[in-house]
């Protein structure tokens, strides 16, 4: 099983980037895809990005492409969003999950961290 846990969110102004952490245990990290989907008050999840379990290949959502970059780090068992160019809109719950396949469903996916809040101000 693997155990994600966020972290690096908070309060940032429009323009500004954020970086969130996700940290991973468990010995079958290496062979999990990785997503990070978003929820925000009174709304559906919804996807934001994923890479495979190599980390060589990367989808987005239309909304981030261009401004936010999911990567991972096996070694450290980490994954990260890196977020630039904030806006407004995505303010949301950020939540990290890990799946057996890539996918943008989140039904899709395994296991879920707990969620942290990151909030944009215009």
């Known amino acids: 099983q693997v155990q994600l846990v966020e972290s690096g969110g908070g309060l940032v102004q429009a323009g500004g980037s954020l970086r969130l952490s996700c940290a991973a245990s468990?010995?079958?990290?290496?062979?999990?895809?990785m997503g990070w989907f978003r929820q925000a008050p009174g709304k559906e999840r919804e996807f934001v990005a994923a890479?495979?379990?190599?980390?060589?290949?990367?989808y987005y959502a239309d909304s981030v492409k261009g401004r936010f970059t999911i990567s991972r780090d096996n070694a450290k068992n980490t994954v990260y969003l890196q977020m630039n160019s904030l806006k407004p809109e995505d303010t949301a719950d950020y939540y990290c999950?890990?799946?057996?396949?890539?996918?943008?469903?989140?039904?899709?996916?395994?296991?879920w961290g707990q969620g942290i809040q990151v909030t944009v101000s215009s």
């Open positions: 890479m495979n379990w190599s980390g060589g290949s990367t």
């Open positions: 999950a890990g799946s057996a396949v890539v996918a943008v469903r989140a039904n899709e996916y395994d296991y």
């Open positions: 468990g010995r079958a990290f290496r062979s999990y895809a």
